[in-house]
């Protein structure tokens, strides 16, 4: 069974601060996926990395994929208040199967 | 479009009743999938669809029945509900690389 650990489990920060979520794991995906989700919600993801050493910016997250495809990261700068809700990452399974495996989420607080 | 919809979106079971759960999307897509989210678990993979009239196991299935009698249909099953099955369950439905998630439904199992 592939394994996503992801840290810090909850984080709590003043708006304008800067944050990295990480997401490790000790199997190689095909790529991974971040979502954030909002209270009452699904999941909506918000990017797709695939490449190791792959760097995506959306806005003010950027998205890093680990050389070996086995982590990520997502830093947010300055973040907003809008910032705020759970964010998961998942790995998606190799072989044709596009499985996800998600890791238990990071609950961001932006406080105004 | 109104993409994944699920039905309802709350309930309440007392322990040994049965219940179904719907998930529908008009965007044509061929694999669907149900999951469960429990506080400090994520979200974890019950069963999924490749295709109308295909079913699979996903990570946690025992307890749950499946059927995708059409292409646009998931309904998830629950024969004898238990108080471990008290969870939010998602619905989702895949083009590519992307799922695409319902609101969910939040139940609870007495």
């Given amino acids: ?112 | 479009n109104a993409g994944v919809t699920q039905t309802p979106k709350f309930r309440v079971l007392k322990t040994g009743q049965s219940m179904t759960l719907l998930c529908a999307q008009d965007m044509n897509h061929e694999y669907m999938y149900w999951y469960r989210q429990d506080p400090g678990m994520g979200l974890r993979l019950i069963h999924y669809s490749v295709g109308e009239g295909t079913t699979a196991k996903g990570e946690v299935p025992d307890g749950y029945n499946v059927s995708r009698l059409k292409k646009q249909n998931f309904l998830l099953g629950l024969e004898s509900a238990a108080p471990s099955q008290t969870s939010v369950y998602f619905c989702a439905s895949r083009t590519g690389l992307q799922q695409f998630f319902g609101p969910g439904t939040r139940l609870t199992v007495l």
């Fill in chain 1, 1 to 112: 069974t592939q394994l996503l650990e992801q840290s810090p489990q909850f984080l709590s920060i003043q708006e304008g601060e800067n944050l990295t979520v990480y997401c490790n794991s000790s199997s190689v995906f095909s790529s991974l996926q971040w979502y954030r989700q909002e209270p009452g919600e699904g999941p909506v993801l918000l990017v797709t990395v695939v490449t190791g050493g792959e760097v995506k910016k959306l806005k003010r997250l950027t998205f890093q994929f680990g050389d070996a495809r086995k982590d990520s990261s997502l830093h947010i700068t300055a973040a907003q208040p809008g910032d705020t809700g759970l964010y998961l990452c998942a790995g998606v399974g190799g072989a044709g199967s596009y499985q996800l495996t998600f890791g238990k989420g990071t609950k961001l607080s932006v406080i105004p």
